[in-house]
């Protein structure tokens, strides 16, 4: 099992080292035709010809309060936390510098209904889904959600450091999630305990009943901060080859910035920008350490 | 019998050949109807429109192939489950049900608290007793509580169930005859020899049927486990459900309780058949 989540991601990396090998080693004409293709990108996706909602600056909506990890001390424009740092990115990627970026404020229910918007993107932890994608546009999706085991902070498992750690926990999730199935993934687990619900399967944390729970990381913020107390999360892995959850920056339906913010987030996966941002971000402030 | 060759006389014959045509007759209609009746209600569900779909969604040949495995260990559990709660459910409820007819006035306090047992544990639905022992119990942090759950299981559906049972053999002892209890009593019994000997045994006989429904029910109610995490046979077939979208998973688990519930009702037929023979024959 380690050895099948890491070998995406090797494989990744391997991908990524000898595109950069190439880029580097290559001939001048390689990296013309590079620049050039880019400069063509940034032709129709250049500062002037982009039809923000102000002319000049990229307005980006988020939700009152903003919560970590997220963003920090709820200032989406102090550019830390995951989401702030990841939109900074998308408009540096757009030719935005830090002070034509500008924030305003857009309550996550309103955001996905049909409609003229206020904003250019709204960056929120929206989940990309079909029926939503009826009212309004997603970008690619920048944050695919990771699967975390959550643990009582005096647990034998809060300093796991790896999948195997957790081979002799009893874990639980919630029926029909990817959680669930997760757990299988983890090689020698002990046959999960099934819950109805997130709720009772805290109860049997709580209780003792389970050592830890699996739920998807956005989810597993939310439980260990406010659900339930003494809690941690021991780790994040991500499964593979499973239609996860993903997050995608939301735009007006039909926006004329689709298809520029979908280059730039595409582009800030490829060089690994948003790889980075999410072991700075989700993992490390975060203290959710990635298991292997 | 005798060792000449019987001849029927004509009129036998004639009798005879009637019944035979008369037997005929009615296996014939017997069969007649049955497929008509039987076959006719298969045909409209077969040929309805959605039946495609309610074959391919509910007895798929493949998926119940996939999960029988999977259910077939997990029932495991609830059979091991209602083979111990029913011996201790009998125990719980003959308890209950003596403390409540014994007259004597200083087990007043214990008749108190086995009416409100009683009282309480039948109104409250059994898949509240079986969240708030099995999620309640361990959170008191109680020295001594069990905290396996297939324990904690087994004292909820115990609680639940022993209130119905003892109820049900309550009424049983109520049925014997008050002439029963004098005979004892006059052969020089004491009252709990002639409780213990004359009249529990004849109660016990009496309600056999009622209490094989109650563990009949019982036996399907091992299924509420799941909300407390366990993975019984139902929960095992329900996360297969939930992964493949097919519920044929289900109709597997339902098969296992079919199977369970036939088993245990023909058992006790035999037994009371035997019971009733003896008594008759003796």
């Known amino acids: ?58 307005t980006i909506a988020t939700d009152d309060p903003a919560y970590e990890p997220w963003f920090s001390d709820n200032d989406p424009a102090n550019g830390k936390g995951f989401e702030s740092a990841v939109a900074y990115a998308v408009a540096d990627r757009l030719g935005f510098g830090k002070d034509e970026v500008v924030w305003t404020k857009v309550p996550f229910n309103t955001a996905y209904q049909p409609g003229d918007k206020a904003f250019d993107v709204d960056v929120n932890q929206i989940s990309i ?43 639980g999730a919630q029926i029909g999630t990817t959680s669930l199935k997760a757990i299988g993934q983890i090689e020698g687990a002990k046959q999960p305990r099934v819950y109805d619900d997130t709720t009772k399967a805290a109860e049997a944390l709580r209780n003792g009943q389970v050592d830890g729970i699996v739920a998807d990381l956005p989810s597993a913020f939310y439980l260990t901060a406010a659900e339930i107390d003494g ?28 298809s520029c913010v979908d280059d ?26 990635v298991l292997k | 019998m005798t060792s000449a060759p019987h001849v029927p006389s004509a009129r036998q014959a004639e009798r005879d050949a009637f019944r035979r045509r008369r037997t005929r007759r009615r296996v014939l209609a ?15 569900v077969v040929t309805s429109p959605g039946w495609d779909r309610v074959r391919a969604t509910y007895f798929d040949a493949g998926h119940a192939r996939e999960s029988f495995p ?47 047992y009683t009282d309480l544990f039948r109104s409250v639905p059994t898949i509240l007793v079986v969240l708030l022992v099995g999620f309640g119990f361990p959170a008191l942090g109680l020295a001594g509580m069990p905290t396996s759950l297939f324990w904690l299981g087994a004292i909820a559906l115990t609680l639940s169930y022993g ?26 019994m004491s009252y709990g020899a002639t409780l213990r000997h004359v009249v529990l045994p004849q109660a016990l006989r009496r309600v056999t049927p009622p209490l094989v429904n109650d563990f009949v029910s019982l036996q399907k109610d091992t299924a509420l486990l799941s909300t407390i995490g366990l993975v019984e046979g139902l929960r095992a077939a329900s996360v297969y459900q939930a992964e493949t979208f097919n519920f044929t998973s289900l109709c597997v688990a339902a098969l296992f309780f079919v199977v369970t519930t036939v088993f245990v009702t023909r058992i006790t037929d035999w037994f009371m058949i035997r019971q009733m023979r003896r008594e008759a024959g003796a």
């Open chain 1, 1 to 58: 099992m380690t050895a099948m989540t890491s070998l995406p991601r090797s494989l990744g990396g391997l991908v990524a080292a000898s595109a950069l090998l190439l880029a580097t080693a290559c001939a001048p004409a390689d990296e013309e035709s590079d620049t050039a293709s880019s400069g063509d990108a940034s032709a129709a996706c250049s500062v002037d010809s982009l039809p923000t909602v102000e002319k000049g600056t990229f």
């Open chain 1, 129 to 171: 889904t079909d029926e939503r994608k009826q009212a309004v546009d997603f970008s690619a999706p920048y944050y695919e959600a990771a699967q975390a085991i959550i643990v009582l902070e005096d647990s034998e498992f809060a300093d796991a450091k790896s999948l195997a750690d957790l081979a002799d926990a009893q874990l």
């Open chain 1, 231 to 258: 809690s941690v999360i021991a780790g994040q892995f991500q499964v593979e080859g499973d239609a996860t959850e993903a997050f995608g920056l939301l735009l007006e339906k039909g926006s004329k910035l689709t």
């Open chain 1, 264 to 289: 730039a987030v595409e582009s800030l996966r490829e060089d690994g920008t948003l790889a980075d941002l999410e072991q700075t971000w989700l993992a490390e402030s975060a203290n959710a350490p």
């Open chain 2, 30 to 44: 017997g069969v007649l109807s049955t497929v008509v009746v039987l076959g006719g209600l298969t045909a409209a």
């Open chain 2, 70 to 116: 999977l259910v077939r260990d997990a029932f495991w559990l609830n059979i091991r489950m209602f083979l111990l709660v029913e011996v201790l459910v009998l125990v719980v409820a003959v308890l209950v049900a003596v403390v409540r007819v014994v007259p004597a006035p200083f087990m007043t306090p214990f008749k108190i608290l086995a009416t409100i």
């Open chain 2, 163 to 188: 209130a119905y049972v003892a109820e049900v053999v309550r009424a049983g002892i109520l049925s014997v005859h008050p002439t029963q209890w004098a005979s004892g009593r006059a052969l020089g």
